[in-house]
């Protein structure tokens, strides 16, 4: 019975996953925004998603406690609720980057790279929790790991170099950030489960977790703006030529791009702000670095919560959704060790470079390569069930 609950489940989240990347995707994209700019910052994208997924988390237990359920079933313990708000710090952050790159890469680009961390499940789960490791799951993981990494070879040995398939210095240290956040949140998923007082549910779980993440990134759409007015990060003394010309000239329309040229004097070392400006032209120059995005990091939490242009909100409240979906079943799947379960919630990536076809996107032949090698890696990884039963992880509360 635990395998066909397992199944069922894993099938909910590659899906919830799948639409997840899609969603993001079309939601930073101006074709599927009523072919406007886009508009609105990833930190701002987080807190709607988050915001809908906390609205569907409520939904989900108040339809609990009407059927009956006791409301002490809500109160996970101290314990688990620190590893839920641990969780909730690194999901803020994985979810500001996950609206970051869909900006500028098609997700059968980037999404392999943030699944690396899959490779390090089997050595966590028998650390933390004593998980048996198997010589299919090893056999299975490698295959999944180099399927995974087969579609990009035609970019990491230089043969395809084109700009819409490299990804740049900033893209992999967000590729490597959202690592570290998901591999932390699988593990501390399981002792979340663990630690969690009996009779708590996953819907219970979603929601602290979803009211801690509405608490950080609020707190960071108010904080980090303060910030950036204070060091005036949008009014930069001194800026270098290329990044001058490339990241705000060409980013800017001919008054704004005359405003900037009449305000800085370009030397050979960059362009260098004018002495004695007035406050007015101060703050049409700040108006101007902000909407051309100069400071990526601070740019990650601009504009107000409500835009001019609500289409990428619609977009992100459906991802909220399927977010809530994915994240019930995590919850509910992590009684049993991360690593027999999570390397096969990723199946979706092998069909994602044909669901980006039907996008207009063009799929190589190392895409579809990569695409059956996951395939024979996740069979492999299971070819042994009938030898081995997956068994719940031991409760602290039973």
Same mark, same amino acid.
């Given at each position: 019975?635990?395998?066909l609950i397992?199944?069922?489940w894993?099938?909910i989240?590659?899906?919830?996953?799948?639409?997840?990347?899609?969603l993001?995707?079309m939601?930073?994209?101006?074709?599927?925004v009523?072919?406007q700019p886009?508009g609105v910052s990833?930190?701002?994208?987080?807190?709607?998603r988050e915001l809908?997924?906390l609205?569907?988390?409520v939904?989900?237990?108040?339809?609990?406690?009407?059927?009956?359920?006791n409301?002490?079933?809500?109160?996970?313990?101290?314990?688990?609720m620190?590893?839920?708000?641990i969780?909730?710090f690194?999901?803020v952050?994985?979810?500001?980057?996950?609206?970051?790159?869909?900006?500028?890469?098609?997700?059968h680009?980037?999404?392999p790279?943030?699944?690396v961390y899959?490779?390090l499940?089997?050595?966590f789960?028998?650390?933390?929790?004593d998980?048996?490791?198997r010589?299919?799951h090893?056999?299975?993981i490698?295959l999944v790991?180099v399927g995974l990494?087969a579609?990009?070879?035609?970019?990491l040995i230089g043969t395809n170099?084109a700009a819409?398939?490299?990804?740049?210095?900033?893209a992999i240290?967000w590729i490597?950030i959202i690592?570290?956040?998901l591999?932390?949140q699988?593990i501390?998923n399981?002792?979340?489960?663990q630690t969690a007082?009996?009779?708590v549910?996953?819907? @219970?779980l979603v929601?602290?977790? !979803?009211?801690?993440?509405m608490?950080?990134?609020? +707190?960071?759409?108010f &904080?980090f703006?303060?910030i950036g007015n204070?060091?005036?990060?949008n009014?930069?003394?001194?800026?270098p030529?290329?990044?001058?010309?490339t990241?705000v000239?060409a980013?800017?329309?001919?008054?704004?791009?005359?405003l900037?040229?009449q305000?800085?004097?370009?030397t050979s070392?960059?362009?260098?702000?004018?002495?004695?400006?007035s406050?007015?032209v101060e703050s049409d120059?700040? @108006?101007?670095?902000?909407?051309? !995005?100069?400071?990526?990091?601070f740019?990650?939490? +601009?504009?107000s919560? &409500?835009p001019?242009n609500?289409?990428p909100?619609?977009f992100?409240?459906a991802?909220?959704?399927?977010g809530?979906i994915y994240?019930?079943?995590f919850?509910k799947?992590?009684?049993f060790?991360a690593?027999f379960w999570v390397?096969?919630?990723?199946v979706?990536?092998?069909f994602?470079?044909?669901?980006?076809?039907?996008f207009?996107?063009e799929?190589?032949?190392?895409q579809?390569?990569g695409?059956v090698?996951?395939?024979a890696?996740l069979?492999?990884g299971?070819?042994?069930f009938?030898?081995n039963?997956?068994e719940?992880?031991e409760?602290k509360?039973?």
């Amino acid at each position: 019975m635990e395998w066909l609950i397992l199944i069922a489940w894993i099938l909910i989240i590659n899906g919830g996953l799948g639409g997840q990347y899609i969603l993001n995707w079309m939601g930073n994209q101006p074709k599927y925004v009523g072919n406007q700019p886009v508009g609105v910052s990833p930190g701002v994208m987080t807190w709607w998603r988050e915001l809908s997924k906390l609205t569907w988390a409520v939904i989900a237990v108040a339809t609990e406690l009407i059927r009956g359920k006791n409301s002490k079933y809500l109160w996970p313990g101290a314990v688990s609720m620190a590893t839920i708000i641990i969780c909730a710090f690194t999901g803020v952050i994985e979810n500001i980057g996950f609206f970051y790159l869909p900006r500028f890469y098609s997700p059968h680009l980037y999404a392999p790279y943030v699944n690396v961390y899959l490779i390090l499940l089997p050595f966590f789960g028998k650390f933390l929790f004593d998980a048996a490791i198997r010589k299919e799951h090893w056999i299975g993981i490698s295959l999944v790991v180099v399927g995974l990494a087969a579609p990009h070879i035609p970019w990491l040995i230089g043969t395809n170099t084109a700009a819409d398939n490299a990804l740049d210095f900033t893209a992999i240290i967000w590729i490597l950030i959202i690592n570290a956040c998901l591999c932390s949140q699988q593990i501390l998923n399981n002792k979340t489960v663990q630690t969690a007082k009996q009779g708590v549910g996953p819907n @219970a779980l979603v929601l602290w977790r !979803e009211i801690w993440k509405m608490i950080f990134i609020t +707190s960071a759409l108010f &904080i980090f703006p303060l910030i950036g007015n204070m060091i005036r990060v949008n009014i930069p003394d001194q800026v270098p030529i290329t990044v001058f010309e490339t990241r705000v000239l060409a980013k800017v329309d001919e008054g704004k791009k005359e405003l900037l040229l009449q305000s800085y004097d370009k030397t050979s070392d960059g362009y260098v702000l004018k002495n004695n400006l007035s406050e007015e032209v101060e703050s049409d120059i700040e @108006a101007t670095f902000s909407a051309a !995005e100069y400071n990526r990091f601070f740019a990650l939490f +601009s504009g107000s919560i &409500i835009p001019k242009n609500w289409w990428p909100i619609l977009f992100v409240i459906a991802a909220g959704l399927t977010g809530y979906i994915y994240s019930f079943g995590f919850f509910k799947l992590s009684k049993f060790s991360a690593h027999f379960w999570v390397p096969y919630t990723n199946v979706w990536l092998a069909f994602l470079p044909l669901i980006m076809l039907l996008f207009g996107k063009e799929v190589t032949l190392f895409q579809v390569i990569g695409a059956v090698i996951v395939t024979a890696g996740l069979m492999v990884g299971v070819s042994d069930f009938n030898r081995n039963k997956v068994e719940e992880i031991e409760k602290k509360y039973k």
